[in-house]
């Protein structure tokens, strides 16, 4: 029996997503209300220099009231493929533009109440372009070697699970032209 949705509401819209609630025949014959979190995908990217370098930044999130280091990211917008994604996200947050990309793969984040769905690339022959930051997005680009952003992770100090698996997925890669 696969799932079946009898019945789904938007009850809050926002810029980003949308939080519905669903009424749900799920596969075991069941019916059970679920909330989730209608997300239209994003992409995350990490660009590497040809120094080895990996560009993190430093970005003020509100919804934990703190800054956290991450890889460049963001919401695709309606028609975007997720490349285009990843190149306007390098370009806004990073000021730099990738001559060459590769797809790292897709992961999902939070499955059990939201169906958003990440898009991770690497992006290498890197040159510097001007910085388009939106209104809301405080944040600084910083260079670092990867071993370092990895020591990182390992420390607690890179606690974004979409940094920390582009960074893990791109690791190999990484060694290969560096």
Known sequence: MTTKIVE????????????NSMTMILPNGKS???????????SAILP?????????????????GDFIWEIPSGTML?????????????REECGLMGKKYEKLGEVLIAPWYSDERIHL????????CEIELDEDEILTPHSFPIDEAMAM??????????TILGLKMAYPNWKKIS
């Open 78 to 90: 309606p028609g975007e493929a997720p490349l285009e994604c990843a190149k306007r996200e390098l």
């Open 32 to 42: 059970a209300e679920i909330g989730c979190i209608r997300h239209p995908g994003s």
């Open 153 to 162: 992770i390992a420390m607690g100090e890179i606690q974004d699970a979409t």
């Open 121 to 128: 690339f690497m992006a290498t022959e890197l040159t510097p």
């Open 8 to 19: 789904e509401k938007t009850v809050w819209q926002g810029k980003a997503f949308a939080y």
């Open 48 to 64: 590497v220099s040809e120094n080895g370098f990996i560009t993190l930044v430093h970005q003020y999130r509100p919804a934990i």
